[in-house]
Each structure stands twice: as structure tokens, then as C-alpha cells.
């Protein structure tokens, strides 16, 4: 129940995102953004833990702002790999992967106080 919690604060987190960052948009309805939101997670697991793990380093000098940087390559990553997700530039994804975390944090938060 709480992967499909968080699958679905992922989907709002991205049409948050697609609604403030004009760089980036998610050319469908309700079901595109789940599967953006699916295949965000998935890249995001398995290539971005492994990028997160070597990049270590990197994140502790940075205070952990690094991250953002991994999570807009893996935002990038996402859309190159999916034809209904378009992002216009890395700064777009940049500031996208700064909202999709705001909001996915905030979600998770709330479903765990539930």
C-alpha cells in the first residue's frame, strides 16, 4: 500500500512540477503520468543509487545539493527514454527535480503521520 502511496505522490509531484517549470511537460492525461512517475522511479532506483553511492564524495562537501544535480540527470534520463516526457534543458530539470523532491517529501510526510 505505501509503494502505491508513494507512486501516486510521484505522479502529483510530476504535474506540480510540469505546472510551475516551464521547460518541462508530460504530453498526456492521468495514466501518462503515472507511467512517467513509473519509469522516474525505476531509473531513479537502480541507476540513481548506484550514482548516489559513487558520488558520495561529492555529495558530503556539497551538503547533499549534489543530489539534485543526480536527480535532474535521472529527470534527463527519464525523458530521453520516454517519448511523453519532454524536458527543454537542465536547468529545467534541475529546478523540475527541486519541486518533485519538495513535493514527494511533503506527500511522504503526510502518509506517514496517517
Given at each position: 500500500?505505501?509503494?502505491?502511496l508513494?507512486?501516486?505522490a510521484?505522479?502529483?509531484a510530476?504535474?506540480?512540477?510540469?505546472s510551475?517549470?516551464?521547460?518541462?511537460?508530460?504530453n498526456?492525461?492521468?495514466?501518462t503520468?503515472l507511467?512517467?512517475a513509473?519509469?522516474f522511479?525505476?531509473?531513479?532506483?537502480i541507476?540513481g543509487?548506484?550514482l548516489?553511492?559513487?558520488?558520495?564524495?561529492?555529495?558530503i562537501?556539497?551538503?547533499?545539493?549534489?543530489?539534485?544535480?543526480?536527480?535532474?540527470?535521472?529527470l534527463?534520463?527519464?525523458?530521453?527514454?520516454?517519448?511523453?516526457?519532454?524536458v527543454?534543458?537542465?536547468?529545467s530539470?534541475?529546478?523540475?527535480?527541486?519541486?518533485i523532491?519538495?513535493v514527494?517529501?511533503?506527500?511522504?510526510?503526510?502518509?506517514?503521520?496517517?
Amino acid at each position: 500500500m505505501r509503494l502505491i502511496l508513494r507512486w501516486l505522490a510521484l505522479a502529483v509531484a510530476f504535474w506540480v512540477a510540469t505546472s510551475i517549470v516551464p521547460g518541462i511537460s508530460v504530453n498526456g492525461g492521468l495514466t501518462t503520468y503515472l507511467w512517467v512517475a513509473l519509469l522516474f522511479g525505476l531509473i531513479n532506483a537502480i541507476l540513481g543509487s548506484i550514482l548516489k553511492i559513487l558520488t558520495l564524495p561529492v555529495t558530503i562537501i556539497s551538503f547533499g545539493l549534489f543530489l539534485f544535480v543526480i536527480n535532474a540527470a535521472m529527470l534527463s534520463l527519464t525523458a530521453r527514454w520516454s517519448e511523453k516526457l519532454d524536458v527543454t534543458g537542465f536547468g529545467s530539470a534541475l529546478l523540475a527535480s527541486l519541486i518533485i523532491s519538495i513535493v514527494t517529501g511533503i506527500a511522504s510526510r503526510l502518509y506517514k503521520k496517517a
